[in-house]
């Protein structure tokens, strides 16, 4: 699993990446019995003008291709939401993607 970290606007600390890898881990438990290669990119913006930090996850692997993102006045607010959101997405396409291979097998003729 492949995960990168971009920050825009703001200097690399070893706090925020490891708040960054704890947070990530949820989705990471999640995608543990997929096949490779996943790729996680997180990108967090530190707003000066607006006052709202912005905090991106893309995942990328070969059955999901998804984002979530969050802005808030708060960066690790930002990131728990982002979160939040990512594991609410990997979720429903993980269930969707098992609903469809239940529902393949089933005969639709007249």
């Given at each position: 699993?492949?995960?990168?970290?971009?920050?825009?606007?703001?200097?690399?600390?070893?706090?925020?990446?490891?708040?960054?890898?704890?947070?990530?881990?949820?989705?990471?438990?999640?995608?543990?019995?997929e096949?490779?290669?996943?790729?996680?990119?997180?990108?967090?913006?530190?707003?000066?003008?607006?006052?709202?930090?912005?905090?991106?996850?893309?995942?990328?692997?070969?059955?999901?291709?998804?984002?979530?993102?969050?802005?808030?006045?708060?960066?690790?607010?930002?990131?728990?939401?982002?979160?939040?959101?990512?594991?609410?997405?990997?979720?429903?396409?993980?269930?969707?993607?098992?609903?469809l291979?239940?529902?393949?097998?089933?005969?639709?003729?007249?």
């Amino acid at each position: 699993m492949n995960i990168q970290v971009t920050l825009r606007g703001m200097d690399s600390s070893p706090v925020i990446e490891e708040y960054i890898g704890s947070s990530i881990e949820k989705v990471t438990r999640l995608l543990k019995r997929e096949t490779s290669p996943i790729s996680i990119e997180i990108v967090l913006e530190a707003a000066r003008k607006h006052h709202h930090h912005r905090a991106e996850i893309i995942l990328k692997s070969p059955h999901y291709d998804l984002f979530s993102h969050f802005e808030c006045p708060e960066m690790y607010l930002a990131i728990d939401k982002a979160v939040d959101r990512m594991v609410h997405e990997v979720t429903k396409a993980k269930e969707k993607r098992i609903d469809l291979r239940k529902h393949s097998n089933t005969f639709k003729g007249a």
